[in-house]
């Protein structure tokens, strides 16, 4: 009896090795963000060789639809920009066994299982409605137990798309063992309703996940202010507060009118150990540094030099180094975070390609390489400019070198959103 026991116990844990399996090191995926053909929306995975370059993995039908496309339109800049103004629209879990992956343009989340080899199989049921319209954004709180969604409500190029009936909201469901999303009751917080395009509109972007779990921060970029969430025991998700943007930052952009005076925010990330919040100032060119306690509560401490429409942001694992795409630029600024309150910009570094359209970006799990995504923004820009780029990085955390550009041929849509290992 005790040997069967023993051998029951050998070949449930072979099992467990076989089945729980994890995205291997070295492996990116981003989205098609296929919106011009409904249904046609996919992950694409990448893996990097010992060169930093890489090869294509596999595409990975979502089941859904990506972003409508448009071109921003450089003189109706409040008529066209938005659309694509959201992070972390594709994440893995922690232990890199699941893959997360937004349908902004049929409302739902696609959910996979991570093979050994990096290919990804659906969970059954996948994808799951998202619990509003327009998912944009994803964390995981709770140890990975709950799924913090962003609804933005503003892909308008959909068609039917009416902007005095929008209605973004921020929600969470309950990830099962099998990966299934369950709506947690109660739990939908309304983010504004209906209004015009462009500033002075409410635009949620953002589901930051601080490092204690429980506490969620969202860049509210077109109402110009971050907000606070917290996510209790059950997986409810409560409103903490609103920080506006400061006044005192405000610099106008000429091509853009700004009803609120306080800048535009995009891209969030958050200091693995000090309670301290960074936050992308979109045309000031600028990183805001915030503090923040047990309760949420957001207070600004300064600014610093990064580039012109700094968006998304990550770091390193340290927390000594953040990095910044600047969209209207084309670069990423290291800012150096050895003294979290007090960041230095030490590098920017130019994409190869076109002048702009860098949109996301990712750090792989060992601190070596960064990716991010570009995108055709502009109808005068080529298809090429889709484009996933690969950057080496120091020991000293600046950017040596860009090692590869991979073209995502997907045009008219706009590829978006990448996570790393």
Known sequence: MINKALQMLIAIGIFTI???AQAPHGVVYIESNVGHIAGQNAVLGYKRDAAGRLKPLGKFPTGGTGVHPIFIDLGNLAGTLGPFDSDQNIILSSDG???????SGSDTIAVFDVQSDGDLIPVKGSPFPSGGTDPGSLGLADDDRILVVVNQDYDIARPGFDVTRRSPNHTTFRIEGNGRL????H???AAGLGGTLGPGNPLPSQALVAPNGSTVFDADSFGA???????????RLSFLETAETPASEFVPFPLLTNPLARPNVL??????TASVLYAGFVFEGRAGVYTYDERGRVRFVRSVNAGIGICWLTRNAAGTRVYAVNTLVNTVSVLDTSDPLNPVNVQDFQLAGPTVGAEQIAIDEGGEYLYVVSQRATADLPPEANALHVLRLDSDGKIAEQTDRVVVPVDPSLPQGVAAR
């Open 182 to 185: 369950m709506p947690i009751t």
């Open 225 to 235: 202010e971050v907000d606070s969430f917290r996510v209790d025991n059950s997986g």
């Open 18 to 20: 076989f089945t729980n």
């Open 267 to 272: 891209g969030l990330i958050a200091h693995p």
């Open 187 to 189: 739990s939908t917080i």
């Open 97 to 103: 066994r699941r893959l997360f992956a937004v349908n």
